[in-house]
């Protein structure tokens, strides 16, 4: 692989389990389902989704490289959560599914040759997706989710120091 700022956002990518296995430490289990507002997640919640999104991920990685001009299909992440009722679904199991996942695509994606990144599909809701667009997305969408997670805990906390 040539291109250095990839190579980074691939190892970043690689990286995605460990560091939402560590942020996660930073929050008591019990105030998982905590909601701070009717319109936001839980921690719960976007547990599940994190797993959910990486089993749409592991599928579009795999048409990138292996049906260029394919089309990969969106879905309603909170129609999701909802109808799948996220809140009975094992955390620790959807970690252990997203684990699998990442590491699966990681280790796909890690050696390819420079040609296979110049490959798209078409997205059903967003139109066309590079293989870096993919890379973008799935790079950034744990960090941003833990960050989502650090404002519940934080809002949580001062809500338990005002009690």
Known sequence: MSDP??????ESYGQAHGR???????FPPGMWTYRPDASDWTIHEIIIHIADSEVNSYVRCRRLIAEPGSEVLGYD????AR???YHRQDTAMALELFRLLRRGSYELIRDLPDGV??????????GRMTFDDWLDTYERHVPE???????????????QEGS
Do not use: P
């Open 83 to 85: 109808r799948l009722d």
């Open 20 to 26: 939402l296995e560590n942020a996660l430490r930073a």
């Open 77 to 80: 992440e909170a129609g999701w």
């Open 5 to 10: 700022l990839r190579q980074a956002k691939i």
């Open 117 to 126: 990144w110049a490959h798209t599909v078409v997205h059903s809701d967003s």
């Open 145 to 159: 989710h833990i960050a989502q997670m650090r404002a519940i805990y934080e809002t949580w906390r001062l809500e």
